[in-house]
């Protein structure tokens, strides 16, 4: 019984009280941390399901109305009506003017997505099968982001969203993502920023999020891409300009390294070769 009452409860839990993962039978949004995903809670909230609600109440209620109404056993005679021009004109129209409502606020934000504010910082996100390869290219950072394996995870951290390698951002700035893959087709999400793109492989989609709060995001590979679509989860840590900083310094060490003995050695070969 209380079993019942925990899982009712969480379905009417307003969305704002989930965090920044996916929770056992949540039914809305994930908590929004940036201007974009606000925009389409509320149009969701606000505009998309109370439209939706009251169609479908709407419809329901003619159905029930004309059962009954025009059942059998009170219309011994049928009726031969049929056509109605006021009544066509009406349904013709009114579902016409409900698109044109919604479409005004959904291009809105659809349009503010597409347009990419003076970045203040750029990520590169590449989809391999079955990983996320990130680069900061004003930064020479490249790393690879790999799931840790059920049985590797620590305390707290969620089953099949953790990875080894997180990518890291500074709250407040805006971030410019280039995304990319390497194989086949793999796209990049992070529901809390609202984010969602494709990444096809030879060709770079753009994208872009301020996150409102600092705080650890998890995100999953949304495009069918193979066996293991399902292990290549996305981690973003949205820190503090100092705590950034901090990183980027760490990881220019840690990341930077390989890679650019990687390239001497390529230039090297390639030079051997002619
Ligand atoms: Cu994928």
């Known amino acids: 019984m209380f079993k019942n009452f925990f899982y009712i409860f969480f379905l009417i839990?307003?969305?704002?009280?989930?965090?920044?993962?996916?929770?056992?039978?949540?039914?809305?949004?994930?908590?929004s941390a940036s201007k974009s995903m606000s925009?389409?809670?509320w149009f969701h909230d606000y505009m998309l399901l109370p439209i939706i609600t009251a169609?479908?109440?709407?419809?329901?209620?003619?159905?029930l109305y004309v059962c009954v109404r025009y059942r059998a056993s009170r219309n011994k005679i049928a009726s031969t009506t049929s056509h109605n021009t006021i009544i066509e004109v009406i349904w013709t129209l009114v579902p016409c003017l409900i698109l044109i409502v919604m479409a005004v606020p959904s291009f809105k934000v659809l349009y503010s997505q597409d347009e990419i504010p003076k970045a203040d910082v750029t990520i590169k996100a590449i989809g391999y099968q079955w990983y996320w390869g990130y680069?900061?290219?004003d930064e020479n950072i490249i790393f690879d982001s790999y799931m840790i394996a059920d049985k590797d995870l620590k305390e707290n951290q969620p089953r099949l969203l953790t990875v080894d390698n997180e990518v890291y951002v500074p709250v407040?700035?805006?971030?410019?993502?280039?995304?990319?893959?390497?194989?086949?087709?793999?796209?990049?999400a992070l529901p809390s920023f609202g984010v969602k793109r494709d990444a096809v492989p030879g060709r770079i989609n753009e994208t872009w999020f301020k996150a409102?709060?600092?705080?650890?995001?998890?995100?999953?590979?949304s495009e069918l891409c193979g066996i293991k679509h399902a292990f290549m989860p996305i981690t973003v840590n949205v820190v503090t300009e100092d705590e950034y900083n901090k990183w980027l310094e760490e990881a220019k060490v840690k990341f930077a390294k390989d890679e650019i003995k990687n390239n001497i050695k390529i230039v090297k070969k390639i030079k051997d070769l002619r």
């Open 39 to 41: 925009d389409i809670v």
């Open 55 to 63: 169609i479908t109440a709407f419809v329901l209620f003619l159905l």
């Open 172 to 188: 407040n700035k805006v971030v410019k993502v280039m995304i990319t893959a390497n194989d086949v087709l793999h796209a990049w």
């Open 212 to 221: 409102e709060r600092t705080g650890t995001f998890y995100g999953q590979c």
């Open 135 to 137: 680069e900061y290219p």
């Open 13 to 31: 839990t307003p969305t704002t009280l989930l965090g920044n993962e996916p929770k056992d039978w949540q039914l809305g949004f994930q908590k």
